[in-house]
């Protein structure tokens, strides 16, 4: 290559650099994000422009314009649905603990009244209601998951879908172009077929937002004919049945939702599969409260549903767990595969503590990923404090995200405790504000804390020197973690 080539190449990389460091000053949210770009792009601009790229970005505005775009035509029919639900909106003020009716400005939907939530425990329990259900469905299945593997698991989950799809009900399937790339579309095409409508979520599905690959939507969301949900941790899988030999048990956490509660789930879904089809979906829109068991108390567990992604105007994610750390005044319980809160959460974790909060996170003894692993050592320190309690689950790999405030509150859904979740990730969240419920979720992380073993600052300090600069590292990648 001549001189002149490689003098004309240096000086456009020069000028990327420069002009990427302009639009981070302009577009990065946090200071020591914008700070760290720009360093970056300016010195080692080879290497931190192709990053900035891909990484760079914390607005999904594809999806931003498309929503607004399409809103009207869409916003008619949500409406319409939403007004079927106000029978079973719960007053705000009435809600406990003090302060958690604030969640339904945030999400965007009311607390509703006339559920019956039960939760799941692990794959074989979950993947057995959710097919149990899709068994019966007569208009409408429609199921959403981030992984979806190619595999018997994968291939049980189709095969009930394309048997409701051969007997006359709607059946779509919506699944996350990268984190579903055994779906290939030959296979996909065998399925489609067999009448099941199959689609990909791709964040670069267009214009500027081509190259935004960060993007992912990670929700894992169940609805049969509007009337039940189900919402939580598991993907599709035989690793999450407990078969992978390199992870062995898998322990997570579903929550199926049976009441108006199913509508909400089924709203999410229906934006979602708006954005990528343009189609409106038909329902069935109309809120069914389950029947009273013979014996039983009669549904009335009230829940909210909050989904949270890039495109939102404020980070919802971020200030739902805020909010609810916030509001706590005896105990938060927090269990998370993925633990590397950013600055606000440690502070507001460090607050509850010196308010006298009991707080207790459970994380993986063995994560999946050696960097998370790492970033933990590092909250190890940050979190050192008597009523803060940090344990690692040695009964398998530990993948729910749940989290329980004082008696009567308890959230299960899709969101790590990390910056991806945070902001990066389409996630949702089921919040429950009855005692009952939390009452369950309790026992749940008291079986999981008798499984776990709890571990504090000493356990960064008997790190080796090299596993600490590690650590070190891992701490300064949380951000893309």
């Not at 607004?68 to 409406?79: F, P, T, V």
């Not at 965007?108 to 979950?126: S, V």
């Not at 706590?328 to 607050?351: G, K, M, N, T």
Request: charged share 25%; aromatic share 10%; hydrophobic share 45%.
């Amino acid at each position: 290559m001549s001189a002149e080539l490689l003098t004309a190449a240096y000086l456009t990389l020069q000028v990327a650099g420069i002009l990427s460091a302009v639009h981070a000053l302009f577009t990065v949210r946090t200071a020591q994000g914008a700070t760290a770009w720009i360093v970056g792009l300016l010195s080692f601009p080879l290497l931190a422009v192709p990053c900035y790229f891909v990484f760079g970005c914390r607005r999904f505005d594809s999806h931003k314009r498309a929503m607004e775009a399409k809103r009207e035509r869409h916003s008619g029919l949500m409406g319409r649905a939403a007004d079927e639900w106000l029978p079973f909106a719960v007053e705000r003020s009435a809600l406990e603990p003090s302060g958690a009716g604030a969640l339904a400005e945030l999400a965007g939907f009311e607390f509703l009244a006339g559920n019956r939530l039960r939760l799941l425990i692990d794959g074989e329990e979950t993947f057995a209601e959710i097919l149990r259900e899709i068994a019966t469905a007569r208009e409408s299945v429609y199921v959403q998951f981030y992984i979806v593997r190619n595999d018997a698991m994968g291939n049980r989950l189709l095969e009930a879908m394309a048997r409701r799809a051969e007997a006359g009900a709607k059946v779509c399937f919506l699944y996350d172009s990268f984190g579903a790339r055994e779906i290939t579309p030959e296979i996909a095409g065998i399925w489609r077929r067999r009448g099941i409508d199959m689609r990909e979520f791709c964040s670069r599905a267009s214009g500027r937002d081509r190259w935004r690959i960060n993007f992912r939507n990670h929700r894992k969301n169940v609805i049969v004919d509007g009337r039940t949900g189900f919402v939580g941790g598991h993907n599709v899988g035989d690793e999450y049945l407990g078969l992978n030999p390199k992870y062995g048990r898998w322990r997570d956490t579903h929550v199926r939702v049976d009441g108006p509660a199913a509508q909400q789930l089924q709203k999410v879904f229906a934006a979602d599969w708006f954005y990528m089809t343009d189609e409106i979906l038909p329902g069935p829109w109309r809120p069914v409260v389950p029947e009273r068991a013979a014996g039983s108390a009669a549904a009335d567990q009230r829940a909210l549903v909050l989904a949270s992604g890039p495109s939102d105007g404020f980070e919802r994610c971020t200030l739902f767990f805020l909010h609810v750390i916030g509001i706590a005044r005896q105990r938060i319980w927090i269990a998370s595969p993925y633990f590397v809160p950013d600055e606000s959460v440690i502070q507001a974790l460090q607050l509850a503590a010196v308010r006298g909060v009991e707080v207790r996170i459970l994380i993986p003894q063995e994560p999946d990923k050696r960097l998370v692993w790492l970033a933990s050592f590092q909250m190890l320190l940050e979190l050192d404090h008597p009523n803060i309690h940090i344990h690692r689950f040695t009964g398998g790999f530990l993948h729910h995200k749940t989290l329980l405030v004082d008696e009567d509150f308890a959230a299960v859904g899709t969101a790590n405790f990390d910056n991806r979740s945070f902001r990066l990730n389409f996630e949702l969240t089921l919040a429950v504000a009855d005692r009952s419920f939390a009452g369950e979720v309790a026992a749940m992380f008291g079986r999981d804390f008798a499984e776990s073993r709890e571990c504090s600052a000493q356990g960064y300090r008997a790190l080796s020197c090299l596993d600490k600069i590690g650590v070190r590292i891992a701490r300064l990648l949380a951000p893309i973690l």
